[in-house]
Nanobody
């Protein structure tokens, strides 16, 4: 398994931007597809975005499409989530996760059980 640590969370006002980072311990970060999830208080964990191991392909939840961008730098073993035009409903703990299996179909990107490793999460709070 790969160890993951998220950073970049914080408190911002609605309409602001934040960039989250997920640092991976594995020597070969490029062997994993990566995802971002979030969990708001009292709610189930929700998938946010996915990126292929090469970085060539991405997929987003409808709720963030057009405002969030996932990217990766395999040389730095880091995955990013750029979040723009933040809304109060984006308040949650954000988690990154790694998936060893390649070529999963699109709908599978949001299935948390497909991910092998998870970070501890970083809190994002968006005030109105």
């Amino acid at each position: 398994q790969v160890q993951l640590v998220e950073s970049g969370g914080g408190w911002v006002q609605a309409g602001s931007s934040l960039r989250l980072a997920c640092a991976a311990s594995a020597l070969t970060c490029s062997n994993y597809d990566m995802g971002w999830f979030r969990q708001a208080p009292g709610k189930e964990r929700e998938w946010v975005a996915w990126i292929s191991r090469s970085g060539s392909y991405t997929n987003y939840a409808d709720s963030v499409k057009g405002r969030f961008t996932i990217s990766r730098d395999n040389a730095k073993k880091t995955v990013y989530l750029q979040m723009n035009s933040l809304k109060p409903e984006a308040t949650a703990v954000y988690f990154c996760a790694a998936d060893r299996i390649q070529f999963r179909a699109g709908p599978s990107h949001g299935a948390s059980q497909n991910y092998d490793s998870w970070g501890p999460g970083t809190q994002v709070t968006v005030s109105s």
